[in-house]
């Protein structure tokens, strides 16, 4: 059994990722630009955007935050949304979910320049990704793509099981790992599937994306499986200092010495979130013209 180490390949694809933009910058041309706008002082959300603006500095990035206050309008947000979609210094950008109430989140999200949406999450985005065209993935999707990568893992030919069938991770997950290059056979189940345990027992891979603390036990596991835990859910633990340990949907402990390789909560893909929105950006400087901006 092997632990597959998000913070190693993580680092691994930041110092690839400076060193691109140190030789992009070396032979005259601007830093890639990221933006993030924070809407209200959510807690989790601050903290996320503060890793991304620390993980930019870190690859040379020039980072920007937008923060707004929680009662910014939907008009204002959409206008601010406008100008970045016109503002050729501006390579990629975010808004940070979720939103205040008030403010519908899909329409915010279709307002951002699909060329733009380094967040992968524009229908035009993810419509192209499907289609195997070019386009920006998503971060948790891409993140585990990466680890494949990263370990040799074999994919072709594989059953892939999918539990969860989330817009962010479990459909395009299990989109991506079924196209050519992945290759794999792909189910996908969810909280209506039959027999659920006797299917993910059939998996090679098993990807854990439904957000229910340690679902996934030792029975439903075959030996030699390769184990991607998504999941992260805080449960109480009065011993420690916070009051809470991180969680995965799998139960480590017991389905770890089942596998061939299995990702840790925390340390496995969650290291990869930030990490694969940096690449989307660079990706977003780099090719300017995948799609047509008007």
Same mark, same amino acid.
């Given at each position: 059994?092997? %632990? ?5 390949v993580a ?5 690839q ?8 910058v ?16 959510d ?13 930019s ?7 920007t ?8 309008s939907?008009a204002?947000?959409?206008d601010?949304?406008?100008k970045?979609?016109?503002? /050729?210094?501006?390579?990629?950008f ?6 205040p109430r ?5 329409k915010?999200?279709?307002? %951002?320049?699909?060329?733009k949406?380094?967040?992968?999450f ?13 386009s ?7 993140g585990?793509l ?7 893992i ?9 539990i969860?069938?989330s ?7 299990a ?24 299917v993910v027992r059939s998996?090679?891979?098993?990807i ?11 029975d439903?596991?075959?030996p030699?499986a390769?184990? %991607?835990?998504?999941?992260i ?26 596998c ?6 925390p340390?496995g ?11 989307? /950006?660079l ?6 013209g ?5």
């Amino acid at each position: 059994m092997e %632990i597959i180490d998000g913070k190693e390949v993580a680092q691994a694809l930041k110092k690839q990722i400076a060193a691109q933009v140190a030789t992009m910058v070396g032979a005259g041309e601007r830093a890639p630009h990221l933006v993030a706008i924070l809407v209200g002082d959510d807690g989790a959300s601050q903290t996320y955007v503060d890793h991304k603006e620390k993980m930019s500095a870190e690859v040379g990035f020039r980072s920007t935050v937008l923060r707004l206050s929680g009662d910014t309008s939907q008009a204002e947000l959409l206008d601010l949304i406008a100008k970045l979609n016109r503002d /050729t210094e501006v390579d990629g950008f975010i808004v940070q979910l979720p939103l205040p109430r008030h403010i519908d989140e899909q329409k915010v999200i279709e307002a %951002i320049d699909p060329s733009k949406d380094v967040d992968g999450f524009h229908p035009e985005n993810v419509g192209r990704m499907v289609m195997g065209l070019p386009s920006f993935v998503s971060a948790t999707p891409d993140g585990i793509l990466q680890l494949l990568k990263y370990y040799n893992i074999p994919t072709a030919g594989k059953h892939c099981v999918v539990i969860g069938r989330s817009n962010i991770v479990g459909r395009p997950i299990a989109n991506l790992l079924s196209q050519k290059g992945w290759d794999c056979t792909v189910t996908m189940c969810h909280s209506r599937t039959r027999n659920l345990a006797d299917v993910v027992r059939s998996g090679d891979i098993v990807i854990a994306a439904l957000g229910r603390a340690e679902f996934v036990t030792a029975d439903m596991i075959k030996p030699g499986a390769v184990v %991607i835990d998504v999941g992260i859910t805080r449960v109480p633990a009065p011993e420690t200092k916070s009051g809470f340990r991180l969680k995965g949907d799998v139960k480590f402990d017991e389905v770890a010495p089942l596998c061939s390789y299995i990702t840790p909560v925390p340390g496995g893909v969650g290291p990869m979130t930030i990490i694969s929105l940096m690449r989307n /950006t660079l990706l977003a400087k780099r090719l300017f013209g995948f799609f047509d901006r008007e």
